[in-house]
């Protein structure tokens, strides 16, 4: 019987990783701990909050033509 593992490479550096070793799915501990430093830099730019203003056109949005609509 042929085991056949999938090919798992590293996503830091691209080198074959070990499904056996702690580091998975990277190659090593060094590159974990890449991954990891650049996560930990990308989740403090936080996209834009909401603001109040954000919601001012929705304002202008009235129901005066539900007025005329019943006249005859
Ligand atoms: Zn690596």
Redesign the pocket.
Known sequence: MAEKKPALK?P????P?DLNTSASP???A??KMIDLGKWLGEDYRISEPLRPDHFVEFEELSGDGLDAAERR
Request: aromatic share 10%; charged share 20%; hydrophobic share 25%.
């Open positions: 590293c830091i550096c691209g080198k990783a990277f190659c090593s060094r590159c």
